[in-house]
């Protein structure tokens, strides 16, 4: 089966830079679409940002300008570059891997989506 396991969250003050990544194991013998989702305490889990497995990479208005996701080329493994955190940006993101991304995150066609288990980012002074 599919694992998507995140890594690099932590506490961080207003302003400050963190790097999270995600890495697929498993039998995954395709280069998926990859994104990224986060939960805050009492709100909607949201859509952060997505990439195709060509690199095509959609984001979410409230981190535009502000976050960026890669990935290896031809392989299931990304990350997040979060510049210029805020307060509100606290929440535990989630990885996601699927076979399509579209305007509503990522979807499975047959099998998937597959999820990670999540990392927990605090930003506060």
């Known amino acids: 089966q599919v694992q998507l396991v995140e890594s690099g969250g932590d506490l961080v003050q207003p302003g400050g830079s963190l790097r999270l990544s995600c890495a697929a194991s498993?039998?995954?013998?395709?280069?998926?679409?990859m994104g990224w989702y986060r939960q805050a305490p009492g709100k909607q889990r949201e859509l952060v940002a997505t990439?195709?497995?060509?690199?095509?990479?959609n984001y979410a208005d409230s981190v535009k300008g502000r976050f960026t996701i890669s990935r290896v080329n031809g392989k299931n493994i990304m990350f997040l570059q979060m510049n210029s955190l805020k307060a509100e940006d606290t929440a535990v993101y989630y990885c996601?891997?699927?076979?399509?991304?579209?305007?509503?995150?990522?979807?499975?066609?047959?099998?998937?989506?597959?999820w990670g288990q999540g990392t927990q980012v605090t930003v506060s002074s």
């Open positions: 990439i195709s497995p060509l690199g095509d990479t």
């Open positions: 996601v891997a699927g076979a399509a991304a579209g305007p509503g995150g990522i979807y499975g066609m047959g099998s998937g989506p597959w």
């Open positions: 498993g039998s995954m013998a395709a280069v998926y679409a």
